[in-house]
């Protein structure tokens, strides 16, 4: 294999840190979003509104459903944001162009 064939095909040091920087973030936002919701539904059925509130058990049920599906659209409104303004930052400092370059 030639050099430049090599040099293709090896990540700098950089590169892989910034891929494991997304991978770590965006791996931190799936649990967040897998996580969060199923933890406020049941927190708040079982601590507002079975304990504090007495509701019956259907109530309790819906209303810790709609603040679960709350709670999922928090996560994922905090993911689009932070994908929205880690793309336009990078973008911004020049760092997206240099990806796009080296892809060529």
Known sequence: MSKSKQNRNTISKAEQRAEYRTF????????LIIALPVLTF???????????LQLSSVSSN????VSAVVALHGALFLFIY???????????DGRGDKVAQKED
């Open 24 to 31: 770590k973030t965006v791996f931190l936002y799936c649990i």
């Open 42 to 52: 049941f927190t708040s059925k079982h601590w507002i509104f079975d304990q504090l």
């Open 62 to 65: 819906i209303y810790s459903a």
């Open 82 to 92: 932070k994908a929205y303004f880690a793309v336009s930052n990078e973008t911004a």
